[in-house]
């Protein structure tokens, strides 16, 4: 049978520290030459919506020892918003009943079948939180206790669950630009983690005195400029055009999560639409540019975290994680988790599994 999943099931199902190791063993399979990854690639075109364009994404990993292939899909409406004069780039929900459209399919590579299919949702915000935590394991001071968190949404929520999980957080101090949204943000996070969450009005006060700072937004402009980095900080973003070329240039040790392959896959794969540049373009653009510039100093994290790197070797090093492009092992590692979890517990909905299958030669 297969097993079908939603959001509700996966959160029930996997916590913060396990997705943590989960990815860790993934990235180390990864430098073993144990695992697989296949270059994310993006499908655009003209949307009947006349807010934005129309997105179809896929990539996947699959992993040897986990003896699975996981393949992440969206499809997706995409517009960039002005808020407060910079721009945002915001999927909008026009599935019936406003819903978005993310499924990860998850096979055997022993039967061949299909195992699971799992909406992304809540899977997608777990990976790239557990990435970005994996980074912070062994690249932030151990006496870690204050984060500087860049965002309110679902995925800044998710980047401090990881945070808090590999260091001793005592303090978060939270910036995004609108006032209700972060107050509302910071009592949740608050109850969430029993840590002291307090929003602040100004993005310089979040980062004075940080030992981490993360971003975790969907701004397309920088985030935290050099001038505000400090020694000794732990850097951590999602997207490459967060922090300024400065804070790439004052960092000591950078860790990717991406291989250069990766990046340069991506470069063939930029889409302009009706003389608008897409997301794409530019952030590519800026990582083009900081891979050349900084090569010397960027290093992969299943390196890292088979020792073939060096991480942190002083207090006042300043540290930097930069997660930007996905990989489908983050889908593959901890969704395998998630079925044979949801195997066991008897959760999700099960499905044939001939329905998948065939017996004309495909």
């Known amino acids: 049978m297969t097993l079908v999943l939603n959001d509700d099931d996966v959160a029930a199902l996997l916590g913060m520290p396990e997705c943590i190791d989960a990815i860790e063993e993934a990235y180390k399979d990864l430098g073993r030459g144990t695992a697989v990854n296949a270059p994310r690639r993006d499908t655009f075109l003209a949307s009947p919506h006349a807010q934005g ?39 909008v929900p026009v599935a019936t009943g406003g819903r978005y459209v993310g499924l990860v399919f998850l096979y055997s590579i022993e039967t061949l ?52 999980a590999v260091r001793p957080l005592s303090t978060i101090r939270v910036y995004s630009p609108t006032p209700q949204n972060r107050t509302a943000f910071a009592q949740r996070l608050t109850e969430r983690l029993g840590i002291e ?72 794969q930029n889409a302009t639409l009706h003389g608008t540049l897409s997301d794409r373009d530019m952030r590519t653009n800026v990582e083009d540019s900081r891979f050349d510039a900084f090569k010397d100093k960027i290093h992969m994290l299943s390196d890292l975290l088979l020792g073939r790197a060096p991480g942190r070797t002083s207090a006042e090093q300043i540290t930097m994680m930069d997660k930007t492009w996905g990989l489908g092992i983050e889908f593959a590692a901890p969704g395998k988790l998630v079925y044979d979890r949801a195997k066991a517990a008897g959760v999700g909905r099960q499905i044939p599994t001939e329905w998948f299958t065939q017996s004309s030669h495909p």
Do not use: C
């Open 53 to 91: 364009y129309y997105s179809f994404k896929t990539f996947e990993g699959g992993l040897e020892r986990l003896g699975v292939v996981a393949q992440r899909i969206n499809s997706d409406l995409i517009t960039y918003p002005l808020i407060d004069g910079v721009p945002r780039r915001v999927k």
């Open 197 to 268: 969450v307090v929003p602040v009005s100004r993005p310089e006060e979040a980062v004075r005195d940080a030992d981490i700072v993360a971003t975790a937004t969907n701004s397309q402009r920088t985030v935290v400029p050099g001038a505000w980095v400090r020694p000794g900080m732990h850097l951590t973003s999602i997207t490459s055009v967060e922090f300024d070329e400065d804070a790439w240039r004052r960092s000591d040790v950078i860790i990717a999560s991406a291989t250069p392959d990766n990046y340069m896959n991506y470069r063939t």
């Open 113 to 164: 079948e299909l195992l699971a299919i799992m909406t992304d949702g809540h899977l997608q915000r777990m990976r790239v939180a557990g990435t970005t935590g994996a980074g912070a394991k062994h690249l932030a001071r151990p006496d870690a206790r204050t984060l500087a968190l860049f965002g309110s949404g679902w995925q800044a929520e998710a980047a401090a669950w990881a945070l808090a």
